[in-house]
């Protein structure tokens, strides 16, 4: 049985699997420490792998249509959770109204459930009052610790002595966090230690050690607790490297993040997460993407710091070979490298970033 830090869980998805707003529970299919996985529900893929639909690589998580149909299959096989985590991220991080009645089954279950929305569900008195009497957990990742629990900026980051890598993006929902892990994968697999720093509640619920939830941080705060996060790492870990998780984009209109990352964080070098086949920003129809090259320029202006590479999200791409041309291109526009990290691996990357290592 895989090691985790809270047991086995079922993640709701439902509507949303394969689509942007399932981007919390395509981080947990791929990888979590925090939990072993054993289904997801959508009824949309409901028979389906869960692997085989995001990456066509079957990974043994199955997709059920019902939590009912899921308890039956899941009891047979000796396979039952102890959570059922809410794997949607829709804009704005609000709960959908027919997500509640499944949340209360799992709890009449006895199940702890976990959520990352901006709605909590801590506050909705019926569904406490029946974790009360079923003895489980309710718990919201994205709800903020008491001002007196959170850190300000404090020039500390300075006395970090690793090398510190940002993986910050175009735009939201572009796989931002997935290629922060296999980075900080890639550089343990060459015998480095490497740790990442999460700044969403999707990386804490894949077990990041080190981690704040940037949206939902008291903007005062923001920059302090990426600070501690950071500085924690290295005092506690003394790793050779350490990857920070971007959020949003710097001109995203409605999630302009990574500002504080590059201000608080102070990152050697940023890697550039870009989607070559999106458009306009996700969610936001007539609201063009500023250029590749628009966007590195802002990068290195506001930080001081070079994009050492670009990362392809191969979204609308239908074969290796428009993925390879992709990264051509790029590296023709930029002449930066550019690699598929998710479909081809992170090893070309990894080679090129332990020559920066100090």
Not at 13 to 21: D, L, R
Not at 79 to 106: W, Y
Not at 153 to 159: H, L, N, R, V, Y
């Amino acid at each position: 049985m895989k090691k985790t830090i809270d047991g086995k869980a079922l993640v709701y998805c439902e509507g949303a699997f394969n689509t942007p707003n399932g981007k919390t529970a395509h981080g947990l299919v791929r990888f979590t420490e925090r939990y072993e996985i054993v289904g997801v529900l959508d009824a949309e893929y409901a028979g389906h792998d869960a692997g085989e639909v995001l990456d066509g690589k079957s990974n043994g998580i199955p997709t059920y249509a019902t939590l009912e149909e899921a308890v039956g299959e899941l009891s047979k096989s000796g396979n039952e959770p102890k959570s059922l985590v809410i794997g949607l991220a829709p804009d704005g991080g609000r709960l959908p109204s027919e997500a509640k009645g499944t949340i209360k089954k799992a709890l009449q279950l006895g199940w702890n459930v976990d959520s990352g929305l901006h709605d909590f569900l801590s506050n909705d008195p019926e569904l406490v009052q029946l974790a009360k009497e079923k003895n489980c957990r309710i718990r919201d990742v994205r709800k903020t610790p008491d001002r007196d629990k959170l850190h300000f900026f404090t020039g500390d980051i300075e006395k970090v002595d690793c090398l510190k890598l940002a993986v910050l993006g175009t735009d939201s929902a572009l796989g931002k966090r997935t290629t922060a892990w296999i980075l900080v994968h890639g550089f343990r697999n060459a015998g480095l230690k490497a740790e990442m720093v999460g700044t969403g509640q999707t990386a804490w619920m894949q077990g990041a050690k080190y981690s704040m939830v940037m949206d939902s941080c008291i903007n005062d705060f923001v920059s302090g607790e990426i600070e501690n996060a950071v500085v924690s790492a290295y005092k506690n870990e003394n790793p050779d490297v350490i990857v920070i998780e971007g959020q949003g984009s710097l001109m995203n209109p409605a999630y302009p993040g990574g500002f504080e990352i590059l201000a608080a964080g102070r990152p050697d070098f940023v890697i550039m997460q870009h989607a070559p086949t999106r458009v306009e920003y996700d969610g936001f129809p007539g609201y063009k993407m500023h250029s590749l090259k628009e966007q590195i320029h802002a990068v290195e202006i506001i930080s001081g710091k070079k994009v050492i590479a670009v990362t392809v999200n191969h979204e609308g791409m239908k074969s290796d070979e428009e993925i390879i041309d992709a990264c051509k291109n790029i590296t023709i526009e930029t002449k930066l490298p550019a690699f598929d990290v998710l479909r081809f691996g992170a090893e070309k990357l990894i080679s090129i970033l332990k020559e920066e290592l100090k």
